[in-house]
Structures are given as structure tokens and as C-alpha cells.
């Protein structure tokens, strides 16, 4: 098993920046995809985005090309979501998740999941 820890999380106006960290421990030997997810207060947990094991394939949704980038150091075990931009319709939990099935986004490939990190961003 895998367990995952964000951090990194906060408050910031619009237009602002924030870089959230998820540390992975356990079985990292393991060649995890991971992913970040959102959820909204009332809405369903949605994809963000995700990175494969090695690095060199990622995957971002619409809402957010362009103003995120995800990366991971492995010497750290650890994954990164830099988010530039924000709006006020980033505010939400971010959750970051390990999957050995690829950096899909989907979140039924996903079998480990960390607790979450409050984003909130003022108007």
C-alpha cells in the first residue's frame, strides 16, 4: 500500500498562486500515476490532473491548462500541482491519488487517496 499526504493548501486572492505538495510513503517502489482531484462544497469530486510514474506523460482538465502544471520528484517521493491564475472557482478540497493503472482521469483507477488540502480563493 501507499498512503498520501497534501499539503500546501490555503487562502489567496484571484490571480494568485499556491503550489501544493503531495507526499507519497509505504510502497513507493511501486510505479504509481498519481492525480489530483477538487471538490466543491455541493458538487462531486472532479479531475484535475494527473502525472505518470516516470513524469513524461501528463494529463490536465480544461478548466485548468494552461494555469496549472503538475510535476514530481521521486528522489522525494513527492508531487507537485503548481497553480498560477487561480479564480475564485478554483476554491475547493484538492485530493491527490496514486493509481498503478496510468495517469488517467478517472477516479475509479485510483485505490489510494490522501486526506485533502482546503483551497479557497477570494474575489
Known amino acids: 500500500q501507499v498512503q498520501l499526504v497534501e499539503s500546501g493548501g490555503g487562502l489567496v486572492q484571484t490571480g494568485g498562486s499556491l503550489r501544493l505538495s503531495c507526499a507519497l510513503s509505504?510502497?513507493?517502489?511501486?510505479?504509481?500515476?498519481v492525480g489530483w482531484f477538487h471538490q466543491a462544497p455541493g458538487k462531486e469530486r472532479e479531475f484535475v490532473a494527473a502525472i505518470s510514474w516516470g513524469g513524461g506523460t501528463t494529463n490536465y482538465a480544461d478548466s485548468v491548462k494552461g494555469r496549472f502544471t503538475i510535476s514530481r520528484d521521486n528522489a522525494k517521493n513527492t508531487v507537485y500541482l503548481q497553480m498560477n491564475s487561480l479564480k475564485p472557482e478554483d476554491t475547493a478540497v484538492y485530493y491527490c491519488?496514486?493509481?498503478?493503472?496510468?495517469?488517467?482521469?478517472?477516479?475509479?483507477?485510483?485505490?489510494?487517496w490522501g486526506q485533502g488540502t482546503q483551497v479557497t480563493v477570494s474575489s
Open positions: 491519488a496514486a493509481s498503478l493503472y496510468g495517469s488517467g482521469r478517472y477516479q475509479v483507477n485510483y485505490d489510494y
Open positions: 509505504g510502497r513507493t517502489d511501486r510505479s504509481y500515476a
